[in-house]
């Protein structure tokens, strides 16, 4: 059969992840990115923005033309769009391991994720959408508090606050507020097959992170913490998550976990939780070849 694989965002870091680890494995990889990259994927394609019409058609011609048998989306803006069309992309004879829409577009949204958690025993940070009153949400959160964007990848936009000033000065739009942990942050790397079951999970800590105390890793270090890894299956089995998945969890003050946020993709640190793209390459292959 094919052994070939489709790669979406393969200038970021989880593309570049997967792209390493299917080169490194003798598999033919197909890359794709919104512009040009310094990595060297067997064949590259530039594509639109997941948010461009033009998206869709441009990646269903790139799977019928190269005709890859597995497509490993790792931009999260695209994963909703990918869902809806995973029926499409595997009648072409491409496997894609994608969660059901509904599930994708709630871990999409960081609100939502937080009251389906909440609402199912998860533990969370205590969370505010960004239109509530400054002067409550200080009142009850305390200082410091996080804002972060509430559609975004990774530590992207994510400011702590320290003062009121801070609090008012900031005028963006779209934003989610919340607790601020002060512990110790987890990368949670995961394989759920199909069937829902757990195939791999690997603790990493977050040992550098690119705005100093959130943001995203620079460093990790695996951990054992099987607590944690509970937590996070129990999560994407409320969800109905499988595939690849990356879950940040973090320590509050009185040194309990709070998951922070579901990425329903391939992690930008799976090199360091290899087992999760062995689960991957190896549901794969008993699938297609």
Known sequence: MRNKV?????GGPAGKSALAYFKGNGVSVIGTDVREVEVVPDTFRIVPMAADPA??????GIIKDERPSLFVPTVTEELSTVARLKDEIEGLGCLVYISPPEAVDIANDKLRTAGFMKSHGIPVPVTFDGSSPRDRVIRELGLPFLAKPNFSRGG???????SAEEVYADKREGLVLQEFAPGDEYDVNLFMDMGGELKAAVVLKKTLMKEGIVGNALGVERV?????????AKAVRLLGLVGPLDIDIRMKKDGTPALLEINARLGG????AAEVLDSLMKSWKGRVF
């Open 269 to 272: 640190n799976s090199l360091s």
């Open 156 to 162: 992207r936009g994510v400011v702590v606050y320290r």
């Open 55 to 60: 998206f869709v058609a441009a990646l269903l």
């Open 224 to 232: 054992e913490k099987d607590d944690i890894i509970e937590i996070c």
């Open 6 to 10: 489709l790669i979406t965002g393969v």
